[in-house]
């Protein structure tokens, strides 16, 4: 049998100067090994000049800063992940806490709770998480938050930790309006991930029509989660114009200015450096 033609797609256009960020991705992960400069010039060449990759343990949120200290326009978040927290231990956080030093480093996460798998028992989760919260706390980063099936239990453990001068973000945000303004009224953004462009995503997509825009970023959560027309393949930095439109659409707004406003929210959100001499 002959094999199946890859479909080429057509990219909806930026405007000339606007960009985009995307503000989660796992650029360490194998997905991305064999052609990580194609990955890369593929988002420079269709508008997304700034990447965040993101940790979910020690090992990882090494590799997140040396990826961003080899790639100009890459930034890193460090972190431990719900799923990995089992296996963390003391030293563990004392080496995080060495490498926010790194000015590349500008968000503290993954972090969160994930009660869909639970790869750690529920009672390791909330402890480990509280633990980080503090901790992204007293480093002065901005949290990017999992959150998988426990809406209450993370808005419990974030009310009675807040306030959050730096702020954060419920990173792949999976919630209802209800929950979207329990977020917005922490403080914090919501980051839309390619879901929003799916069929079945209502609940999603309501929500997003009813967040103001100035507390909406956007991300692809990297190799996972591709947009609508990439659905079920791999994901990457450039299909972010594909959730970058859908958002617009749902706004009742043009795509240059969605870009440009969510830029402007990550820009504020993780202290990024400007466009100029910074991008990929």
């Known amino acids: 049998m002959a094999a199946r033609k890859k479909k080429n797609i057509?990219?909806?256009?930026?405007?000339?100067?606007?960009r985009l960020i995307d503000t989660h991705c796992h650029l360490d992960m194998d997905h991305y090994h064999e052609d990580f400069t194609e990955i890369i010039d593929r988002a420079r060449k269709h508008g997304v000049d700034?990447?965040?990759t993101v940790g979910i343990d020690l090992a990882s949120s090494r590799t997140a800063i040396r990826l961003a200290e080899e790639n100009p326009g890459v930034f890193a978040a460090i972190g431990i992940h719900p799923h990995n927290v089992g296996n963390s231990a003391d030293n563990d956080y004392r080496q995080l806490q060495a490498l926010a030093d790194n000015p590349l480093v500008v968000a503290y996460g993954e972090i969160g709770l994930d009660f869909h798998y639970n790869y750690a028992p529920v009672e390791v989760q909330i402890e480990h998480f509280t633990r980080q919260v503090e901790l992204a706390r007293q480093l002065e980063l901005p949290l990017v938050v999992h959150d998988r099936d426990a809406h209450r239990e993370v808005l419990d453990i974030l009310t009675g930790a807040g306030p959050f001068p730096m702020?954060?973000?419920?990173?792949c945000f999976s919630g209802d309006s209800d929950f979207a303004r329990?977020?917005?009224?922490?403080?914090?953004?919501?980051?839309?991930?390619?879901v929003v462009t799916f069929k079945k995503a209502a609940v999603l997509q309501e929500a997003v029509r009813g967040v103001p825009l100035e507390r909406i970023i956007l991300e692809t959560d990297g190799p996972f989660l591709a947009p609508e027309p990439r659905r079920g393949r791999r994901n990457e930095p450039a299909l972010l114009l594909f959730t970058a439109q859908k958002v617009a659409e749902l706004k009742g707004l043009d795509l240059d200015e969605v870009a440009a406003a969510t830029t402007a929210n990550a820009e504020k959100l993780f202290r990024l450096p400007r466009r100029q001499g910074n991008g990929l």
């Open 182 to 194: 329990a977020v917005v009224d922490l403080g914090f953004h919501l980051s839309i991930p390619g």
């Open 167 to 171: 702020g954060g973000v419920m990173h």
């Open 50 to 52: 700034r990447i965040i």
């Open 10 to 18: 057509v990219y909806p256009a930026l405007g000339q100067g606007v």
